[in-house]
């Protein structure tokens, strides 16, 4: 059994800052990559920043300069820093993370955290 779990979304005004957590947690053997989408209301669901276990991270051109994707030591705990916030990051963020286990190889998603950006 696979859990991803976001945590660190809320409320902000426009220009501040936001850090998003994601765990991954159970039977995992290696995660080959970790990264956070968003979906706005009315929206798909889009890229925001990707990070794979070894090779250059990816943004969304609308984040570029703005956030920043890490993970912990472990490698199973990834992070969105969320610098100069704009009303348009408003979204539900989601954490994505392709997982081997004893069993298979797959991608899991989280729950979803909200972030709102508004003064």
């Known amino acids: 059994q696979v859990q991803v779990v976001e945590s660190g979304g809320g409320l902000v005004q426009p220009g501040g800052s936001l850090r998003l957590s994601c765990k991954a947690s159970?039977?995992?053997?290696?995660?080959?990559?970790m990264g956070w989408y968003r979906q706005a209301p009315g929206k798909e669901r889009e890229l925001v920043a990707t990070l794979p276990s070894s090779g250059s991270t990816k943004y969304a051109d609308s984040v570029k300069g703005r956030f920043t994707i890490s993970r912990d030591n472990a490698k199973t705990t990834v992070y969105l820093q969320m610098n100069s916030l704009k009303p348009e990051d408003t979204a539900v963020y989601y954490c994505?993370?392709?997982?081997?286990?004893?069993?298979?190889?797959?991608?899991?998603w989280g729950q979803g955290t909200q972030v709102t950006v508004s003064s």
């Open positions: 994505n993370a392709n997982i081997k286990t004893m069993m298979t190889v797959g991608t899991y």
């Open positions: 159970g039977s995992i053997i290696s995660i080959n990559f």
